[in-house]
DNA sequence: TTGAATCGCGACTCT
DNA sequence: CGCGATTCAA
């Protein structure tokens, strides 16, 4: 950087930081010590005001590496990230701004060890491993399953509220009432928490919960944090639990320069702890405090806004505050009244063909909003149907599909061989003729010892131990040791793609979808392309983080999360929950299965609960820019069956003048003349095979892999290719299935890359 | 041990 | 209805 732009710097700073804000956005961008608190209505710029009130500390002087920024998603944290880029330039990158679980990580990875339970190396455990690792708990203590199911939502309650094992059981000795129960639960938590150390493993509320205790029982760790994050700030701070709120306070407590910013009517995380108090506390936690109103909404038209604002108004337990717009009045809000979930669906795939064909509406400006995730599935089909590109945020994550948690398994125990989950996860996949009564004596031998599975199968001294084991599957087990073991030993010398190919190579596990009969299944298909998406995930990442090692990139996987990776190169619908649509914006919003027994759902008993469901209701209205549908099924099919429904309460609490209602039953032709006739009709007329609906369906899915599928492709020296990433090149070379490709751009230059694997494409 | 067939139960939201 | 867990035969 030249002097001369240095000097311009700060004037081209005010302009840039100030630009377009209106007073209470300066005022707020403006106080930059001391604790502040932004209450921010929906759609009032708070991302904004945050990104530029980062930029104005750094303008000031701050070091970048003294910012800390919490958001909610990591996709919030890379936007913020680009966009103080923008102003300030590459000095930017050393602000930590990420999500309370990878700030966490981050921390846990430096200073964990100082608790003498855990090493660096640790695993951290998502969902589903947590569950069941507990199930096992739950069984080996004798105890039948069953009684137990929502044991995992208990430990993780009680995680979030700071209330390890021991303090559970000493809880549970006062219960008077179901003590029994308790008194189970607790010990089962206790074995759960001995494992997860025994594992080396953390789970996601360990993430929280750990780093508050280190925080607090090691001032001087603490204090190390506390020297270094001098300027925090918090979004959603509405949203936070008792974790997480005293992590804050931590942090934040030698400085006290702490800016929280959130909206306690869009609070809609009470389910994992998310307490609003902390936002409406903070005045009494910061006395000193400073508090800004946001309340010129930017986003909806008056319209829905009005909608919006007459549902939120019916909740009791709701501070006082008035959103306004200077935006166009816009048009009411439309409610359909469908025949069935399935008319509903069809209802909304013509609809987005109209706006799309006659309305010149992108995909990707329309989102289809949903309470829960089982309702996506009618949309899918449909959209299939009806050639409507759509995009599934969250439900099945993708890095919750079997074959890529089996690769990451694979990963996991290469770095953390205390890692019993994985090591069960993967030995015998794909088959090494190790069953489940072998890994059982396995187990327990291990235990016994207190060893690791793995340490026993990769020494032999313990493993000749192992009693019953016949010399077949001892052989097995040397094998498959010596196999992780050569990997383990290349895991610092590959890049991290490099390293999972080679780990889907020398695992057997890529020809075992590819070769024999496997290799015609329908789903193997989907699976190699799965994998590979891992593998160009891999390559993003390395991309991203040069320096990034095998641990960053496994912390990456187990963190990220489907929201955080809508791109923005296709044009696709976006099908979500509300919750995953929380942050985001659309120009268009569906807002569908507006029934009573689905939103509000029904587990809502309690007038808190209730509210709560109304703020997911005024979060769901409120992502909607000009053109809001909202839906209702008179029937819907659950468990196979269908049911009855009525308009969801919500609806009725949209004002009059701002609803225009149209009823499907009027409507139709005479093909339909009832709702049962129009799904026979239905059935037919797309699944011929209609018992085989499903597969059906993924067949249609498969010809769409298909169809974009480069597979087949006879590659010749001198073909002209186009790379997702790195633009035009020409293939040098080719062998097997790796090219040899030389890209245009200097800076790439020469790459080789597997068919299967790159994104590429011959032209 | 493995693969196929059957059974039984279940779903709210997410890091 | 669909999935995962369990059961059973080879």
């Given at each position: 950087?030249?002097?001369?732009?240095?000097?311009?710097?700060?004037?081209?700073?005010?302009?840039?930081?100030?630009?377009?804000?209106?007073?209470?956005?300066?005022?707020?961008?403006?106080?930059?010590?001391?604790?502040?608190?932004?209450?921010?209505?929906?759609?009032?710029?708070?991302?904004?005001?945050?990104?530029?009130?980062?930029?104005?500390?750094?303008?000031?002087?701050?070091?970048?590496?003294?910012?800390?920024?919490?958001?909610?998603?990591?996709?919030?944290?890379?936007?913020?990230?680009?966009?103080?880029?923008?102003?300030?330039?590459?000095?930017?990158?050393?602000?930590?701004?990420?999500?309370?679980?990878?700030?966490?990580?981050?921390?846990?990875?430096?200073?964990?060890?100082?608790?003498?339970?855990?090493?660096?190396?640790?695993?951290?455990?998502?969902?589903?491993?947590?569950?069941?690792?507990?199930?096992?708990?739950?069984?080996?203590?004798?105890?039948?399953?069953?009684?137990?199911?929502?044991?995992?939502?208990?430990?993780?309650?009680?995680?979030?509220?700071?209330?390890?094992?021991?303090?559970?059981?000493?809880?549970?000795?006062?219960?008077?009432?179901?003590?029994?129960?308790?008194t189970q639960v607790a010990k089962i938590?206790?074995?759960?928490?001995?494992?997860?150390?025994?594992?080396?493993?953390?789970?996601?509320?360990?993430?929280?919960?750990?780093?508050?205790?280190?925080?607090?029982?090691?001032?001087?760790?603490?204090?190390?944090?506390?020297?270094?994050?001098?300027?925090?700030?918090?979004?959603?701070?509405?949203?936070?639990?008792?974790?997480?709120?005293?992590?804050?306070?931590?942090?934040?407590?030698?400085?006290?320069?702490?800016?929280?910013?959130?909206?306690?009517?869009?609070?809609?995380?009470?389910?994992?702890?998310?307490?609003?108090?902390?936002?409406?506390?903070?005045?009494?936690?910061?006395?000193?405090?400073?508090?800004?109103?946001?309340?010129?909404?930017?986003?909806?038209?008056?319209?829905?806004?009005?909608?919006?604002?007459?549902?939120?108004?019916?909740?009791?337990?709701?501070?006082?505050?008035?959103?306004?717009?200077?935006?166009?009045?816009?048009?009411?809000?439309?409610?359909?009244?469908?025949?069935?979930?399935?008319?509903?669906?069809?209802?909304?795939?013509?609809?987005?063909?109209?706006?799309?064909?006659?309305?010149?509406?992108?995909?990707?400006?329309?989102?289809?909003?949903?309470?829960?995730?089982?309702?996506?599935?009618?949309?899918?089909?449909?959209?299939?149907?009806?050639?409507?590109?759509?995009?599934?945020?969250?439900?099945?994550?993708?890095?919750?599909?079997?074959?890529?948690?089996?690769?990451?398994?694979?990963?996991?125990?290469?770095?953390?061989?205390?890692?019993?989950?994985?090591?069960?996860?993967?030995?015998?996949?794909?088959?090494?003729?190790?069953?489940?009564?072998?890994?059982?004596?396995?187990?327990?031998?291990?235990?016994?010892?207190?060893l690791a599975i793995f340490d026993v199968i990769s020494n032999d001294e313990f493993?000749?131990?192992?009693?019953?084991?016949?010399?077949?599957?001892?052989?097995?087990?040397?094998?498959?040791?010596?196999?992780?073991?050569?990997?383990?030993?290349?895991?610092?010398?590959?890049?991290?793609?490099?390293?999972?190919?080679?780990?889907?190579?020398?695992?057997?596990?890529?020809?075992?979808?590819?070769?024999?009969?496997?290799?015609?299944?329908?789903?193997?298909?989907?699976?190699?392309?799965?994998?590979?998406?891992?593998?160009?995930?891999?390559?993003?990442?390395?991309?991203?983080?040069?320096?990034?090692?095998?641990?960053?990139?496994?912390?990456?996987?187990?963190?990220?999360?489907?929201?955080?990776?809508?791109?923005?190169?296709?044009?696709?619908?976006?099908?979500?929950?509300?919750?995953?649509?929380?942050?985001?914006?659309?120009?268009?919003?569906?807002?569908?299965?507006?029934?009573?027994?689905?939103?509000?759902?029904?587990?809502?008993?309690?007038?808190?609960?209730?509210?709560?469901?109304?703020?997911?209701?005024?979060?769901?209205?409120?992502?909607?820019?000009?053109?809001?549908?909202?839906?209702?099924?008179?029937?819907?099919?659950?468990?196979?069956?269908?049911?009855?429904?009525?308009?969801?309460?919500?609806?009725?609490?949209?004002?009059?003048?701002?609803?225009?209602?149209?009823?499907?039953?009027?409507?139709?032709?005479?093909?339909?003349?009832?709702?049962?006739?129009?799904?026979?009709?239905?059935?037919?007329?797309?699944?011929?095979?209609?018992?085989?609906?499903?597969?059906?369906?993924?067949?249609?899915?498969?010809?769409?892999?298909?169809?974009?599928?480069?597979?087949?492709?006879?590659?010749?020296?001198?073909?002209?290719?186009?790379?997702?990433?790195?633009?035009?090149?020409?293939?040098?070379?080719?062998?097997?299935?790796?090219?040899?490709?030389?890209?245009?751009?200097?800076?790439?230059?020469?790459?080789?890359?597997?068919?299967?694997?790159?994104?590429?494409?011959?032209?």
């Amino acid at each position: 950087m030249t002097n001369f732009e240095e000097t311009n710097l700060s004037e081209n700073f005010q302009e840039k930081i100030f630009d377009g804000l209106n007073p209470p956005q300066v005022e707020a961008v403006k106080c930059l010590e001391g604790p502040l608190l932004i209450v921010a209505g929906a759609g009032s710029g708070k991302t904004r005001v945050l990104t530029c009130r980062i930029a104005n500390l750094l303008a000031h002087g701050v070091e970048p590496r003294e910012i800390l920024a919490i958001t909610f998603t990591n996709k919030a944290a890379n936007e913020m990230k680009s966009r103080i880029g923008k102003m300030i330039g590459d000095t930017a990158r050393a602000t930590w701004i990420s999500t309370f679980h990878s700030f966490c990580a981050r921390v846990l990875r430096k200073d964990i060890e100082v608790l003498g339970t855990y090493t660096k190396n640790f695993t951290i455990y998502d969902a589903s491993d947590s569950k069941n690792l507990i199930k096992e708990c739950i069984t080996d203590l004798g105890l039948d399953a069953d009684r137990f199911t929502h044991v995992p939502k208990i430990i993780s309650r009680e995680k979030s509220n700071l209330v390890n094992a021991a303090q559970y059981t000493e809880k549970s000795l006062e219960v008077k009432e179901g003590g029994d129960y308790v008194t189970q639960v607790a010990k089962i938590y206790t074995v759960y928490e001995k494992r997860l150390v025994d594992n080396n493993a953390l789970d996601f509320d360990d993430l929280i919960s750990v780093t508050e205790r280190i925080f607090r029982e090691h001032p001087e760790v603490c204090e190390k944090y506390q020297d270094r994050f001098r300027y925090i700030s918090i979004d959603e701070y509405q949203d936070t639990n008792l974790a997480q709120y005293r992590l804050v306070k931590h942090l934040a407590a030698k400085y006290k320069n702490i800016c929280v910013v959130g909206d306690a009517d869009q609070s809609i995380y009470g389910f994992r702890g998310a307490d609003m108090r902390n936002i409406l506390n903070f005045e009494k936690d910061y006395p000193q405090a400073k508090i800004i109103r946001l309340e010129q909404n930017y986003r909806s038209t008056k319209m829905i806004l009005a909608a919006a604002n007459g549902v939120i108004t019916n909740n009791v337990m709701r501070p006082e505050k008035n959103l306004w717009t200077e935006k166009e009045q816009g048009k009411q809000v439309r409610f359909i009244h469908c025949v069935s979930d399935k008319t509903e669906a069809a209802f909304v795939a013509r609809e987005i063909k109209k706006l799309v064909t006659q309305e010149n509406v992108r995909y990707d400006e329309i989102a289809v909003l949903f309470r829960t995730n089982a309702q996506s599935r009618e949309f899918e089909e449909r959209f299939i149907q009806a050639d409507i590109p759509y995009l599934v945020v969250g439900s099945l994550k993708f890095y919750d599909r079997k074959e890529i948690k089996d690769i990451v398994s694979y990963l996991r125990l290469l770095m953390n061989p205390r890692d019993n989950v994985s090591f069960l996860r993967i030995v015998n996949v794909p088959r090494r003729g190790v069953g489940p009564i072998n890994l059982t004596r396995l187990t327990e031998f291990a235990t016994s010892r207190n060893l690791a599975i793995f340490d026993v199968i990769s020494n032999d001294e313990f493993l000749f131990q192992v009693p019953q084991l016949s010399p077949k599957v001892t052989q097995k087990l040397r094998e498959f040791a010596a196999m992780i073991l050569s990997l383990s030993a290349s895991k610092d010398k590959l890049p991290v793609p490099a390293m999972i190919e080679a780990v889907l190579k020398e695992s057997g596990y890529l020809s075992s979808l590819t070769e024999g009969e496997e290799a015609t299944k329908l789903d193997s298909a989907s699976r190699v392309d799965n994998l590979s998406s891992f593998v160009s995930s891999a390559q993003d990442f390395a991309e991203m983080e040069p320096e990034g090692t095998l641990e960053d990139f496994l912390n990456h996987v187990a963190l990220i999360t489907d929201v955080d990776e809508i791109e923005e190169e296709n044009s696709r619908v976006s099908l979500m929950t509300v919750h995953a649509a929380k942050g985001l914006e659309y120009p268009t919003v569906f807002l569908t299965g507006m029934e009573e027994g689905l939103f509000p759902h029904p587990s809502a008993a309690t007038v808190s609960a209730m509210e709560e469901e109304r703020r997911i209701c005024y979060v769901a209205i409120t992502r909607a820019e000009e053109n809001l549908y909202i839906t209702a099924a008179g029937e819907r099919r659950n468990f196979g069956k269908s049911y009855a429904t009525e308009v969801s309460r919500f609806v009725y609490e949209i004002p009059r003048e701002c609803l225009a209602t149209f009823s499907e039953r009027h409507s139709l032709n005479s093909n339909f003349r009832t709702a049962s006739n129009a799904e026979a009709i239905h059935e037919q007329k797309y699944y011929p095979d209609h018992r085989n609906r499903r597969a059906a369906v993924e067949k249609m899915k498969a010809k769409i892999i298909m169809s974009a599928a480069k597979e087949k492709i006879d590659w010749q020296p001198g073909n002209q290719v186009r790379h997702k990433k790195w633009g035009l090149g020409t293939v040098m070379d080719v062998q097997n299935d790796t090219l040899k490709i030389l890209f245009a751009n200097p800076e790439i230059g020469e790459k080789n890359l597997k068919t299967k694997f790159a994104p590429i494409e011959k032209i």
